[in-house]
C-alpha cells in the first residue's frame, strides 16, 4: 500500500466510509423510500415522547402506592456497605464500590495531591498539552498489571468503549457479541456500521457456528464479552473465547468494568482468574468507576493497537478532554492498593458467597451468577420487583429493580453488588426481608 492510499484510507475510515478495501464484502441493501409520516405532538413535543410516558408511569405506581421515590436521592458522605440519605443509614447495596475505596484516606490524599501539583484539569486534549507524568504511570502499571505492551487512559469508561468499537470496526467488517454484553459496547458496535450478529448468552457452539457460516465474507471480525456479566454475576469461558478466535483468525474484546480489581486469586481480573497471557485478548478493557473508585476508562493490549487508538479513534483522545489529575491519580492509588492488598477482593467474594449462599439456603434464586461480587435475585415479574425494592427502601435497605427493557422480560431481578465492607448480619438482614417480602408480594397486575 501506498503512502497516499494509507491516507486515504485513513481519511476514509475517519469520515465513517468503506475503503476500496470494501469492495469485497457483502453490498448493504438499499433503504426503501421513507413513508410519509403524520407529524404530530409526539415528534416534536418532548412532553408526548414516549420515553416520558413510561417514566411517567413508574412515577404515578410510586405515587400511587405511596412508595418514596428512591431515584436521584442525595446522600451523605462516602458511599460504603452503609450510607446515610435524610438522617437514615441504610445497607447500600446499590454502589459498585467493591474494594471500599472511595473514602479510603489514601485516595482522597492522592487525589488532592495531583490537585495541588497539577490543577483541577489537564488543560486540554491529552494530544496537545493535556499529559501530564500520571497518566503515563497508570498505563505503565496497567500494561504490566495485565502482561500486555502498552494501554491507553481516556477520561470516560462509557465513552472509551464507543471510541474503540467505533473506530476499531468498519462497514466492511463484523462484530459478534454475546447477547448481554453492555450498552456501551453495543453502542459502539452500531456507531462503527460494521455488520453485527449476536450469539445467545455464554452458547460458543453458536458462535462458532456464526464464524464457520461468516467469516470469509467479512475483513476484520471482533468477538465482544466481559470478564463478569453486570447484570447476572457470571463469568464467560475466556479459554474457549480465545481458542475460538484464534481458529477463525479473529480479535477479541473483553470488558473488565466488573471483573477487574475483584476476581481472580490477587484480583486482577480474567487474566488472572483463568491464568492467562494477557497477550492473549486482543483488547482489553475497563471502566474505573467499580473496582477503582474513580471515573474514566482504559483500553489495553499490543502497541500498535494503542499507537492507532491514541493518534486516530475519535472520541478516546481525539476531540475530548484528558481525564483529570484527581480521577487519573485516585485510578493508579487503587491500582497500587490492589497489588498490595489483594485480600479486599477475595473479601468482597467470600461476602457474594455467603450471600448466594444464604439466599439459595432460603429458596431465593440467585441465577447465573459464581465467583463474582454481582448477586441478581430473581424476580417472577417487573411489578414484583419494583413492589419488593420499594418495600426494601422502607426497611433502609438499597437496591434497585431491572426490568425490562434493562433486561428481557421474564427475566426482572434486583441486583446486588456486593463489597468488602458488607458484613454477615448485612446480608442475613437482607435475605431475612427479601424472603418475607417474597411471601407477602401482591398479584402482578401486568404494569411493568
Not at 447500600?92 to 471500599?100: C, E, T
Not at 505503565?140 to 471510541?163: C, F, H, K, M, P
Request: with cysteine; net charge negative; proline share 5%.
Amino acid at each position: 500500500m501506498t503512502s497516499q492510499q494509507h491516507i486515504e484510507r485513513l481519511r476514509s475510515q475517519l469520515l465513517g466510509k468503506p475503503s476500496a478495501s470494501a469492495a469485497s464484502a457483502p453490498e448493504q441493501a438499499p433503504r426503501p423510500a421513507p413513508a410519509k409520516v403524520n407529524v404530530g405532538p409526539e415528534h416534536y413535543d418532548f412532553a408526548h415522547f414516549p420515553e416520558l410516558r413510561e417514566y411517567s408511569s413508574t412515577q404515578w405506581y410510586y405515587n400511587s402506592q405511596g412508595y418514596e421515590w428512591n431515584m436521584f436521592r442525595q446522600h451523605l458522605g462516602a458511599s460504603s456497605a452503609e450510607v446515610e440519605m435524610e438522617g437514615r443509614q441504610l445497607i447500600n447495596y446499590a454502589s459498585y464500590n467493591y474494594l471500599d475505596l472511595l473514602g479510603d484516606p489514601r485516595m482522597r490524599e492522592a487525589a488532592k495531591q495531583a490537585v495541588d501539583a497539577f490543577g483541577t484539569s489537564a488543560g486540554s486534549g491529552r494530544i496537545n498539552m493535556g499529559e501530564i507524568p500520571i497518566f503515563t504511570e497508570f498505563e505503565r502499571l496497567i500494561s504490566q498489571t495485565l502482561g500486555v505492551e502498552d494501554a491507553v487512559l481516556a477520561v470516560n469508561g462509557y465513552g472509551a468503549n464507543v471510541a474503540a468499537l467505533g473506530y476499531l470496526a468498519r462497514r466492511q467488517d463484523l462484530v459478534i457479541y454475546d447477547e448481554l454484553i453492555h450498552n456501551s459496547m453495543l453502542m459502539g458496535t452500531k456507531l462503527s456500521g460494521a455488520r453485527r450478529l449476536t450469539f445467545p448468552h455464554n452458547d460458543y457452539d453458536a458462535l462458532e457456528r456464526l464464524l464457520v457460516e461468516q467469516r470469509h465474507n467479512f475483513e476484520r471480525v471482533l468477538i465482544l464479552t466481559e470478564g463478569v456479566y453486570s447484570m447476572d454475576g457470571d463469568i464467560p469461558d475466556i479459554p474457549r473465547l480465545i481458542d475460538i478466535k484464534r481458529r477463525h483468525h479473529a480479535l477479541l474484546m473483553v470488558d473488565e468494568a466488573h471483573s477487574m480489581g475483584v476476581i481472580g486469586p490477587r484480583g486482577l481480573g480474567v487474566v488472572d482468574y483463568f491464568g492467562l497471557d494477557g497477550a492473549d485478548i486482543d483488547i482489553h478493557f475497563s471502566s474505573m468507576s467499580k473496582a477503582f473508585a474513580t471515573v474514566g476508562g482504559y483500553i489495553a493490549g499490543r502497541k500498535e493497537l494503542i499507537t492507532i487508538l491514541k493518534h486516530y479513534a475519535p472520541g478516546l483522545l481525539l476531540y475530548t478532554a484528558a481525564p483529570t489529575p484527581a480521577s487519573a491519580a485516585a485510578g493508579l492509588q487503587a491500582l497500587r492498593i490492589m497489588h498490595a492488598e489483594p485480600e479486599r477482593a477475595q473479601q468482597a467474594v467470600r461476602n457474594a458467597d455467603y450471600f448466594r449462599s444464604c439466599a439459595q439456603a432460603a429458596g431465593l434464586d440467585t441465577g447465573l451468577s459464581h465467583d463474582s461480587a454481582i448477586v441478581p435475585i430473581m424476580m417472577p415479574n417487573g411489578e414484583t420487583a419494583v413492589w419488593i425494592t420499594a418495600k426494601l427502601f422502607e426497611h433502609n435497605i438499597c437496591t434497585f429493580p431491572m426490568i425490562f427493557p434493562v433486561v428481557q422480560r421474564n427475566a426482572e431481578r434486583l441486583r446486588f453488588f456486593i463489597s468488602c465492607a458488607h458484613t454477615r448480619a448485612h446480608i442475613e438482614r437482607t435475605v431475612e426481608l427479601l424472603v418475607q417480602l417474597r411471601d407477602t408480594a401482591p398479584a402482578s397486575r401486568g404494569l411493568f
